[in-house]
């Protein structure tokens, strides 16, 4: 069975940092790539960032480029998102998303169960 746990979330000020973790089991983690999303209560899904299956290859929305890293360590199936210089429009519930293939480019099968993230004074 597949599992995604998201951990790593909370309350921040503004031009705070936060480093969000996805822990994996149920499948071969370094053979799929893998992405964050988010989502404000009563809006769509934004997606944040993504990687490849190898970590060589990352992509951001222009919305959190330069201030977020996403990265990850496949030895211990984990997945990761640097948040730094957070503003409050990043208020939102954070979800790990595994893909269906090593490629980025391809689509997710799977999300956890989100983790809050508030950016708040």
């Known amino acids: 069975e597949v599992q995604l746990v998201e951990s790593g979330g909370g309350l921040v000020q503004p031009g705070g940092s936060l480093r969000l973790s996805c822990a994996t089991s149920g499948f071969t983690f370094s053979s799929y790539a893998m992405s964050w999303v988010r989502q404000v209560p009563g809006k769509g899904l934004e997606w944040v960032a993504v990687i490849n299956s190898g970590g060589g290859r990352t992509s951001y929305a222009d919305s959190v480029k330069g201030r977020f890293i996403i990265s990850r360590d496949n030895a211990k199936n984990t997945l990761y998102l640097q948040m730094n210089s957070l503003k409050p429009d990043d208020t939102a519930v954070y979800y790990c998303?595994?893909?269906?293939?090593?490629?980025?480019?391809?689509?997710?099968?799977?999300r956890g169960q989100g983790t809050q993230v508030t950016v708040s004074s």
């Open positions: 998303q595994k893909y269906v293939s090593s490629s980025y480019l391809s689509s997710s099968d799977y």
